[in-house]
């Protein structure tokens, strides 16, 4: 065991759990309307909760150990036979234990399951999201997990590159969001009602701890206290700069403001765009790549979204969707060592690489969006998707959970 190494993934784990709650809550509760906050608030903890636990009864097995190419075995049930407390014994998982290995995934299943909440945030009932994060993690994000990253993967064996969750986290989020939002209907009033966010300070809070946890997600994602780790550290850094800076400055041009809400996008759009990227390009190509991301991603939420019809509350796929494909599609190309990565000798291999990864966009896009409408369609059948309009007009907030955010 290499101490080094325990202590940095140790505190990616915890960098990590701080970019869902609070991060992710706060930047999510922030956007909605103030009598819907709380309920976003649960959701996202409810969700990166179950997946916690589910990821230790069976979630970990299912992802990383060998059995084929589409989805791991049971050996790991509970995590059976990763430690013996009665000698002190644990298996390892490279330079760590492989408990740690195991802790710092769960909270990628954990962030993943939550993101899709903003998506149909709003209207749909707590019980419906429950049991929605049940079945899709099961049988979207374990199997998507196991293709890209575990031994004998299907996608990895291919070659597809995914170096902290392009596909797995953002693409398989953003379409799951995507087609919830799709399910579920539009919000009431939608298109006709003022919907602002009810707390930008809120939303900012919670984007700053994104970007803060987020250097757990992508530079632990080396599982070493190495020079990968801190390839993946700054990239993460100046790839998110540009997204902001992207974004800014192309809704400054053509809404003649730059306002707190895009650049806090651009963000997050410069985030997700570098994951796939983060330890397998050069700085000068994690810069394009944020930038390219946070640019692409203004389209997303404005152009794009109006082009799909679909009530996505949060833009999971405007943002996570369209940044995690550029960034997979773009770690084919910057990974070339003539361009500043450390891997494809020569330009003429990045076609191939770049189909490679459009495989793996493909069938992240295809296996989640299946998964996610039968999901739906169970979550409806056993409990009922949405609120009803009178909740719906009332709030969720005292509705389901019977508290208010503010008081008055």
């Given at each position: 065991?290499?101490?080094?190494?325990?202590?940095w993934?140790?505190v990616?784990?915890?960098?990590?759990?701080?970019?869902?709650?609070?991060?992710?809550?706060?930047?999510?509760?922030?956007?909605?309307?103030?009598?819907?906050?709380?309920s976003?608030?649960m959701q996202?903890?409810?969700?990166?909760?179950?997946?916690v636990?589910l990821?230790?009864?069976?979630?970990y097995?299912?992802?990383f150990?060998?059995?084929?190419?589409i989805?791991g075995?049971f050996?790991?049930l509970?995590?059976?036979g990763?430690f013996?407390?009665g000698?002190?014994t644990?298996?390892?998982?490279?330079?760590?234990p492989?408990?740690?290995?195991?802790?710092?995934?769960a909270?990628?299943?954990?962030?993943?399951?939550?993101?899709?909440?903003?998506?149909?945030?709003?209207?749909?009932?707590?019980?419906a999201?429950?049991?929605f994060?049940?079945?899709?993690?099961?049988?979207?994000?374990?199997?998507?997990?196991?293709?890209?990253?575990?031994?004998?993967?299907?996608?990895?064996?291919r070659?597809?590159?995914?170096?902290?969750?392009?596909?797995?986290?953002?693409i398989?989020?953003g379409i799951?969001?995507?087609?919830g939002?799709?399910?579920?209907?539009?919000?009431?009033g939608?298109?006709?009602e003022s919907?602002?966010?009810h707390?930008?300070?809120m939303?900012?809070i919670?984007?700053?701890l994104?970007?803060?946890?987020?250097f757990?997600f992508?530079?632990g994602?080396?599982l070493?206290?190495n020079?990968?780790?801190?390839?993946?550290?700054?990239?993460?850094?100046?790839?998110?700069?540009?997204g902001v800076?992207a974004w800014?400055?192309?809704?400054?041009k053509?809404?003649g403001?730059?306002?707190?809400l895009?650049?806090?996008?651009?963000?997050?759009?410069?985030?997700?765009g570098i994951t796939?990227?983060?330890?397998?390009v050069?700085?000068g190509?994690?810069?394009?790549?944020?930038?390219?991301?946070?640019?692409?991603?203004v389209?997303?939420?404005?152009g794009?979204?109006?082009?799909?019809g679909?009530?996505?509350?949060?833009?999971?796929?405007?943002?996570?969707?369209?940044?995690?494909?550029?960034?997979?599609?773009?770690?084919?190309?910057?990974?070339?060592?003539?361009?500043?990565g450390p891997?494809l000798?020569?330009?003429?291999e990045?076609?191939?690489q770049v189909?490679?990864?459009?495989?793996?966009?493909l069938?992240?896009?295809?296996?989640?969006?299946?998964v996610?409408?039968?999901?739906?369609?169970?979550?409806?059948?056993?409990?009922?998707l949405?609120?009803?309009?009178?909740?719906?007009?009332?709030?969720l907030?005292?509705?389901?959970?019977g508290?208010t955010?503010?008081?008055?």
């Amino acid at each position: 065991m290499d101490k080094a190494d325990l202590a940095w993934v140790s505190v990616s784990t915890l960098l990590v759990l701080l970019m869902v709650v609070p991060g992710l809550a706060l930047f999510y509760g922030g956007l909605v309307r103030a009598k819907n906050v709380l309920s976003v608030l649960m959701q996202v903890l409810s969700a990166f909760s179950l997946a916690v636990v589910l990821w230790f009864i069976y979630g970990y097995s299912l992802a990383f150990t060998e059995a084929n190419a589409i989805i791991g075995g049971f050996s790991r049930l509970m995590f059976s036979g990763m430690f013996d407390l009665g000698t002190y014994t644990f298996e390892m998982a490279g330079s760590i234990p492989e408990l740690s290995f195991a802790a710092f995934q769960a909270t990628f299943a954990g962030i993943t399951c939550a993101l899709i909440v903003g998506g149909f945030a709003e209207r749909t009932k707590y019980s419906a999201v429950m049991v929605f994060t049940l079945i899709w993690m099961t049988f979207s994000y374990l199997p998507i997990a196991h293709m890209v990253w575990a031994p004998g993967g299907w996608l990895l064996e291919r070659g597809a590159l995914d170096f902290a969750g392009g596909t797995v986290v953002h693409i398989n989020s953003g379409i799951a969001g995507l087609v919830g939002a799709y399910v579920v209907g539009k919000r009431i009033g939608y298109g006709r009602e003022s919907m602002q966010p009810h707390s930008l300070p809120m939303a900012m809070i919670g984007a700053s701890l994104l970007w803060v946890g987020w250097f757990g997600f992508n530079a632990g994602s080396a599982l070493s206290a190495n020079e990968t780790a801190a390839l993946a550290f700054f990239n993460t850094l100046v790839a998110t700069a540009g997204g902001v800076l992207a974004w800014i400055l192309i809704e400054w041009k053509y809404k003649g403001k730059p306002s707190l809400l895009g650049g806090i996008s651009g963000a997050v759009a410069g985030l997700v765009g570098i994951t796939p990227a983060a330890g397998l390009v050069g700085p000068g190509g994690a810069l394009i790549i944020g930038i390219i991301a946070g640019a692409a991603c203004v389209w997303g939420v404005n152009g794009l979204k109006r082009l799909l019809g679909a009530d996505d509350t949060l833009d999971v796929f405007g943002i996570h969707g369209v940044g995690g494909i550029v960034g997979a599609l773009l770690t084919g190309v910057f990974n070339a060592k003539p361009l500043g990565g450390p891997r494809l000798e020569s330009l003429s291999e990045i076609p191939y690489q770049v189909w490679l990864q459009a495989e793996g966009v493909l069938v992240t896009i295809v296996w989640s969006a299946i998964v996610a409408w039968i999901a739906y369609f169970i979550a409806d059948k056993t409990c009922g998707l949405r609120v009803s309009a009178d909740v719906e007009r009332e709030g969720l907030d005292i509705s389901t959970h019977g508290e208010t955010a503010y008081h008055r």
